[in-house]
T-cell receptor, first 113, second 108 residues
Framework: DGGITQSPKYLFRKEGQNVTLSCEQN?????MYWYRQDPGQGLRLIYY???????QKGDIAEGYSVSREKKESFPLTVTSAQKNPTAFYLC????????????FGSGTRLTVV | GQNIDQPTEMTATEGAIVQINCTYQ??????LFWYQQHAGEAPTFLSY????GLEEKGRFSSFLSRSKGYSYLLLKELQMKDSASYLC?????????FGAGTTVTVRA
């Protein structure tokens, strides 16, 4: 079955450490996205990529980095420069067609201690 | 940029109807989406509107007025499993921007 997979589901890291969240899709979608969700807030866009080897900053890109070396994969690195990294991170993908929404992964809950 | 507003919380009784409003101001518009999200889970797609009017899908309906920057999601015959957060999202040329979500609590 086609889908989008995020791993791990739960992640704990010490303050000051970089951590990379995995996102893989086999839906043949061109575009991929990373969102962050905090309690009581909506999804905020971190980075997005419309095509391989190209990506753009979203609304809250500071302290994060991404790569898009393959169509299927869009890993997100949370760096030590991110001031409040503890959050629920959601990866999504979508086709180029305008009337399509996104398919979301099941999310990674990152806790920095 | 995008500015998307929706109520924070709503409570309704099982079997009743609830309407969740969403207003938006956007720099570009290629459709309005509604998603359902249960606590700790990924959002799931409910509906899509790009033209003015009502779209009906079973117990869920969504309405759009582009001139007013307004949409609503109507949930009919509420069930306990409908207790969730409902997210309004607007698509510009490249990406979806989300409102903060409306938490709906269904009481027995």
């Amino acid at each position: 079955d086609g889908g989008i997979t995020q791993s791990p589901k739960y992640l704990f890291r010490k303050e000051g450490q970089n951590v990379t969240l995995s996102c893989e899709q086999n839906l043949n979608h061109d575009a991929m996205y990373w969102y962050r969700q905090d309690p009581g807030q909506g999804l905020r866009l971190i980075y997005y990529s419309q095509i391989v080897n190209d990506f753009q900053k979203g609304d809250i890109a500071e302290g994060y980095s991404v790569s898009r070396e393959k169509k299927e994969s869009f890993p997100l690195t949370v760096t030590s420069a991110q001031k409040n990294p503890t959050a629920f991170y959601l990866c999504a993908s979508g086709p180029k067609k305008q009337n399509y929404g996104y398919t979301f992964g099941s999310g990674t809950r990152l806790t920095v201690v | 940029g995008q500015n998307i507003d929706q109520p924070t919380e709503m409570t309704a009784t099982e079997g009743a109807i609830v309407q969740i409003n969403c207003t938006y101001q956007t720099s570009g518009f290629n459709g309005l989406f509604w998603y359902q999200q249960h606590a700790g889970e990924a959002p799931t797609f409910l509906s899509y509107n790009v033209l003015d009017g009502l779209e009906e899908k079973g117990r869920f309906s969504s309405f759009l007025s582009r001139s007013k920057g307004y949409s609503y999601l109507l949930l009919k015959e509420l069930q306990m499993k409908d207790s969730a957060s409902y997210l309004c999202a607007v698509k510009d040329d490249y990406k979806l921007s989300f409102g903060a979500g409306t938490t709906v609590t269904v009481r027995a």
